[in-house]
């Protein structure tokens, strides 16, 4: 394949058969997943279009598509935005901590423990969300209810069971921290260590070193970072179905409330084994909603990265 | 060289006492942030035996209190030490904080599972099952058959890919499209990829088909670009000298690859591999919407509804029946059942990567 | 067994850069033909390109013709794997097969293209091979260890020994001393010595006394500037050049002033 397209290649005409079979064995497995992504964005193109355009009354909501969609567009955005906003500080942290604050060989070991939390399936993240953390948060929202009520994030009135968006952005938060502690290990590591003992050299201390030396390297690995853990929170699904405590259609500020709007990923597997008829085509079109939003995301992340790779001289 | 071997008795001289203040200024006690800590600790410990405070705002008590080491240090070292030791208190914190979910979900998902283990939890299924009793068999065959055919699906495509990519491609534009394409891949959200394989089932089965093999195809979305993505890599590491040794015997390019950068690249592979695995055993929404939940075995792929543990998880919980302690026992015990065999296969993937990787290489 | 070379007109390609240009040199049968000069002469992918092992870089191409015993190797039916059976080859750094024994090392020519042959028949080629190599009594009892559990010297006897276990007409031998320390580089100059009377040998070397020890014919490449492709500036008897030089620069080089 490659060959063809160079014609001053070789000029060697001998091909063998063995060669042959094994390039066009790989070739066409690197096609197929073209076929296969192609294939994802055309089926639910396919099946989620007369989604957007069903009438109210063939689907089991009553409303058209944007009306329906939209809550559901809120609430997927401001959980992960909770989740990354929470998340973010402390994987800096965890991964300066592991990279820079302790000592080598415990490092690694440290890795591997977070790297545990990637491990556990979401189901258990889900479970432990219902069981552990909600009841936990609970008196927690009803003391932020009594103390900050004038926020509007804060205005209650507070779950009893703890089942809100906020405990949500938490199991969120949880769940992204070791993709984006391990991609900010990895760069905060790659710093080069000229820059760090030139900062050491100066007089500086292990926080101005890691201010003068470490973010400016690492800041678009950082932002990258992120933007792969809002992906993810994005996209993620049984954590918040299973958590959250829904009211259909809610657009709200309040974060501790029992009043909640759903995601899309949960509300898809929330409604999804009862539904029939148009209301799955809907539920498919606001599957392809989330895919756009993931890929525009995961799209901005990749470019920084490569705008990264263009400009740090690595490789 | 001597002097080294001379008893250190001169080098102990103390220097003048300002060359001294200035080189090590006032300094915290080398004790001072154990102290503090430690203080924290104690008090905090206390609390919770003494006052009861619940357990998070015990750890918050701990937090505040270690606080205080860059308030005495202000006081005796200046400001920027005191910036460097709040920061180190923080990162610390941050790390200690994302340590206790962790062991808060071991311990909770251990003492809650534990309940239910028992021979009978993985030999019965939950046919006929009302109350208390029934296992997991039917999740645990369906779990292990589902993900088995999607690994069946996953590593040929992306191991082939790989060798494309880095074999046969050369950089050329099909190559920079596949790896974008499997950068896309990678941040598929499972239940997008459990919408695709039911959009595409649908097409040939008609509406509300639910089918194991679907679940495989929907896993296969996942696990493709974490194959490819983890073979390219090793394959990459695979010095270019064995190629060139390879092809200088007159060995052509696909048994080169085939019997030399493979078998160099294998333990890495396997490793990559038995990741990819346990990061799809555990996904509950593709299966959710297109293998379905059941309560009976089945171990046809091809033929309706298949119980998966992450599945079975999930419903037991969402739909307990009456009384429901029963079934959240048994959500408890088969997401132990789940959390253990994806433990199992990340220290398979840490085994084989240490002791097949080829010696003599690093 | 061992053929000669006849080169002529030869230039080389990557892509449109022209790396070697317009060499000319016969090379005889059984004989040890040394090629020196400063980096960047293209001595190594002149080298490369007598078994065809330039083309594993996209966009290598030549001009001009090699024949071996009056058979051109670039010749329209001929096959660069089959070359490459036909001319051996020893790289600068040793490469054994990390994921194969000492004896599979040996055998890797005959075990990758999966050549079917008695057990006995094998471990004779592997003694063979290695005791050609030199490597037999070092080894004998530990056939079965990885290959990469040698020193640097005896893996690269290794590689010789592997080599020559297809039995190649001609070897080519890319500074293969140049990782190595002084007592293993004159334990395989020694080795070229007596492999000399079965095989052509072509080396690339650094080390002009190394030249002088091994070759009986040696080959001075340059390139005339920065940028420029490398040439063949002379080449004739291995004394004649290193006390009698017609070049200015092949003296200039010889005596240590640049390269």
Known sequence: MASTLDPRRKRSTIVRPGDRIFSGLSTSAGI?????????????????????FASPDDVKSGQSFLPYVWPLVYGTLIAATIALIISVPIAIGVALFISHYSPRKLGQVLGYLIDLLAAVPSVVYGLWGIGFLAPNMAPIYQWLED??????????PASATGRTIMTASIVLAVMILPIMTAICREIFLQTPRLHEEAALALGATRWEMARMAIFPYARSGIVSAAMLGLGRALGETLAVAMVLSVSAGTVTANLISSTNPSTIAANIALSFGEASGKTVNVLIASGLVLFVITFLVNFAARAIVDRRKEFSGAN | MTTLTNPPGPAKTPGPVDVHQELYGARLPSWGPRAVLGGAVVVAAALYVLAGVNVMLAALIVFAISLLLPVWSVVVEGRRKATDRLVTVLVTSSFVLAMFPLFSILYTVITKGTKVLGVDFFTFSMRNVVGEGGGIYHALAGTLLITGAATVISVPIGMFTA?????????????RWIRFLVDVMTGIPSIVAGLFAYALFVLFFGEGVRMGIGGSVALSVLMIPVVVRSTEEMLKLVPNELREASYALGVPKWRTVSKVVLPTALAGIVTGITLAIARVIGETAPLLIIAGATDSVNFNLFDGRMASLPVFAY???????????????????????????????????????????????? | MAKSIDVSDLNIYYGDFLAVEDVTIPIAAKSVTAFIGPSGCGKSTFLRSLNRMHEVIRGARVEGKVLIDGQDLYGSDMDPVNVRRMIGMVFQRPNP????????NV??????????????????IVERSLRSAGLWTEVKERLDRPGSGLSGGQQQRLCIARAISVEPEILLMDEPCSALDPISTSVIEDLIHELKSQYTIVIVTHNMQQAARVSDETAFFNLSGVGKPGRLIEVGRTETIFSNPTDPATEAYIQGRFG
Do not use: C, H
Not at chain 1, 32 to 52: C, R, S, Y
Not at chain 2, 163 to 175: C, F, T
């Open chain 1, 32 to 52: 197929l997943i073209l076929i296969v992504l192609a294939g994802v964005a055309a089926f639910l193109t396919i099946e989620g279009i007369p989604g957007i």
């Open chain 2, 315 to 362: 419903t037991s919980v969402r739909n307990p029946g009456v009384p429901p302690e029963f079934s959240i026992d048994r959500a408890w015990g088969a997401a132990l059942t789940l959390l253990l065999i994806v433990m199992l296969l990340n220290l398979i993937a840490r085994l084989v990567s240490y002791y097949f990787s080829p010696k003599g290489e690093r």
């Open chain 3, 107 to 124: 055998l890797a020519g005959q075990k990758l293209n999966s050549k079917r042959m008695k057990k006995s028949e094998a471990d004779d």
């Open chain 3, 97 to 104: 097969f990390p994921t194969m024994s000492i004896y599979d």
């Open chain 2, 163 to 175: 060798i494309y990519l880095v074999e046969y491609a050369d950089g050329n534009r099909l190559s």
């Open chain 1, 147 to 156: 103390n900050l009520g004038f926020i509007p994030f804060f205005a209650g």
